[in-house]
């Protein structure tokens, strides 16, 4: 066996770290898909098909809320359409890279998922000061709690090479 591999350390299993992962890869799976469909539908009537999803999910399209989300749907226009796709497409893919490097428990993707979970936390904070929802306060929860274990147990996790 060569010197080098009788000398890799042995990472232990880290059944949160897997749990973050798994997190990761869904949420940029989703927003991969979400950016699909919305470029699928940017040459399409984006308010016509806003009221179908509204009647389909039985929710009344007339009432205030949603005549004014329609009426701010209705003007966008196909390229700010595409360019919200691309958007959210570039977020998905940081997200899967994030993941991905996670899986390998590289050092680097380690500290890029501290502070992209840590930059959301006074986002989440503010919008629970305006408006209590527990759908924020979840995240906000789940976000601290990656970003104090990521950075907690970043040196038992993470690869790190040697200095010459």
């Known amino acids: ?16 770290l897997y749990a973050i992962i798994a997190v990761k890869l869904f949420k940029g799976l989703f927003f991969a898909i979400l950016a699909l469909i919305i470029y699928a539908h940017s ?5 016509q098909e806003f009221k179908d999803i509204l009647g389909w999910l039985r929710l009344n399209p007339e009432g205030k809320f949603w005549a004014n989300l329609i009426a701010q749907v209705d003007g966008l226009t196909q390229a700010r359409i595409v360019h919200f796709a691309v958007a959210t ?3 998905s893919m940081f997200a899967v890279v994030e993941g991905v490097g996670l899986i390998f428990r590289l050092p680097w993707a380690g500290w890029l998922s501290i502070g992209e979970s840590a930059f959301f936390i006074p986002i989440e904070v503010y919008e629970l000061g305006r408006r209590f929802t527990w759908f924020v306060f979840v995240i906000l929860i789940l976000n601290t709690f990656m970003v104090t ?16």
């Open 1 to 16: 066996m060569p010197d080098s591999a009788q000398n890799k350390p042995v990472l232990p299993p880290a059944p949160t």
């Open 43 to 47: 040459d399409n009537d984006v308010s």
């Open 89 to 91: 497409l570039i977020y």
């Open 149 to 164: 274990y990521l950075y907690y147990y970043r040196d038992r996790l993470f690869r790190h090479h040697p200095r010459k």
